[in-house]
């Protein structure tokens, strides 16, 4: 977490654009710290998956996560979303999930533009 503090911070520095990419839930309020009111343009890419196909993708990735863990990250990412004020920049779904890398470029580009 330090690492990425600090890399966050050159880059605030040299005044330079950049993607975070990271899960950013529980931490975004300390994330938008870094910067002074106005400095940057925020966007988020959500992943806005169902129950069903999010416990499918963690068994897959063979994520040591209990069904309480799951239960808890799903619940913190509606809580994140209901409150957040920062733009969503596109969705990713179950439907969209085999393209999100495609589809994640197009949307930071339409943003960036």
Same mark, same amino acid.
């Given at each position: 977490m330090a690492r990425a503090s600090q890399?966050?911070?050159d880059?605030?520095?040299r005044k330079q654009s950049f993607i975070h990419d990271a899960s950013n839930d529980r931490l975004w309020d300390t994330f938008c710290g870094n910067f002074e009111p106005g400095q940057y343009r925020?966007?988020?890419?959500?992943f +806005?998956?169902?129950?069903a196909f999010y416990r499918k993708l963690i068994a897959a990735k063979q994520y040591p996560l209990t069904e309480a863990d799951i239960d808890r990250y799903l619940a913190d990412h509606?809580?994140?979303?209901n409150r957040t004020d920062t733009p969503i920049i596109w969705r990713i779904t179950d439907d969209t999930f085999s393209t999100r890398?495609? +589809?994640?470029l197009q949307a930071v580009n339409?943003?960036?533009k």
């Open positions: 890399r966050i911070q880059l605030i520095t925020l966007g988020i890419i959500s +806005d998956l169902s129950p509606q809580t994140f979303m890398l495609t +589809d994640s339409s943003f960036l």
